[in-house]
């Protein structure tokens, strides 16, 4: 009987039998990364495969403790990733079954985020590498939001991304896994910001129906009965420019005056523990503003990406990610804006579209096929709390001056 590696070599002459054997064994072993997010508020660590397999999850959140405080403490979240990111790390590890010298490279949040949270990524990051000499991957936060998408559905490049959170608000063309266009950003707030401000004025953390939802989640609850009238025709965005940038502070002071007229109408102190009785309908105004804000720009970006061909006809595909795209209402009006303009919209699903390890994890791993982005030097790799997505040519949008027709998804 000849056995199979003697086959294997037969075939093979110009192979050694010990450097074959390496070799098949090479070829059985899927590419493993294990990926580390500390960024902002959740400790996250996955362990993904390069067929987009998720192996093993570990993931923190701090919301709850930061709802309460009404806002991140930048020391305190810094505090709480350092006391759980080993038991995320070993969780996720656990979960694969593999130990940390399994891995085929570790990836990491580096940019952009809160410094004193970046820095615990990192510098746990630093110490396993010490250990392990595994190659690091340093992973730009938001291109891991775009890159998500493609763990799960088969989205090839170039493709338009409009990445919504609590901290960013832009629109960019993803060419490649490192190579984006950026159209356009936030002057001022993130729409998560906006929701959570919103739902802070209207004591929203103490409402019975939004126990454990972060603003946004909650602002969608309680609008799914109301009435988005309210800020109809009220204040504009960037009204002089048509560009793809975003502005939500008009509409925080907006929602900050209505909910101020109101509570006098009602009776109802700012500080006490009595909510407004028209909370369903202040709630989907400001949601609507929101999202008829989103669309105005998604529609710029897809006019601009058809006059400058930026995205091919046979492509043309809209991701939407980040934490405010899992809201359902804003989905829907996505889905219409596109669907008016010849356009998909894929999101990932909205347990992705919130921070977790596994798109850092993912991330990592289209940096690792593509033998891209891996660090030389991965002690001497440095946080960024801010660096761009990537090349920024919203002036060029500004200058093809593209007027914009609202689409109506409501
Ligand atoms: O992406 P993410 O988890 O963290 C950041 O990078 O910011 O996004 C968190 C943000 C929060 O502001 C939260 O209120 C918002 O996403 N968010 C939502 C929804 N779920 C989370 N906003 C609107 N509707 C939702 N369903
Ligand atoms: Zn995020």
Redesign the pocket.
Known sequence: MICLSTILVRSRPFISYKNYVAFFSTQRKRKVVLGLET????TGAAVVTEDGEVLGEGLRSQKNIHVRNGGVIPPLAQALHRECIHDVVQKALDQSHLDIKDVSAIATTTMP?LALCLMVGLEYTKQLIAKTNLPFIPVH?MQA?ALTVRLINRVDFPFLVLL?????CLLAVARGVDDFLLLGQTLDN????A??KV?RRLKLQHHPHCQG????????KLATEGSIRLLMGKGTSLPKSRSCDFSFSGTMSLAHWLIGVHENHQGITKDGGKHLDNLPDICASV?HKITHHLCTRVIRAINFCNQTGLIPESNQTLVA????A?????RNALETTCSALDYQLICPP?RL???NGIMIAWSGMERLKLGIGISNNPQDVRFEPRYPIGEDISSNVVKSNIKVKAIKFW
């Open positions: 960024s902002c508020d959740e985020g936060h939001h919504v959170s609590g901290g960013h993130a729409p998560g910001e929701f959570d739902a939802l972060s603003g946004g989640q909650s602002i969608e949601q990610s980040g934490g405010v899992s809201n359902s209402y804003i909205p579209c919130t921070d």
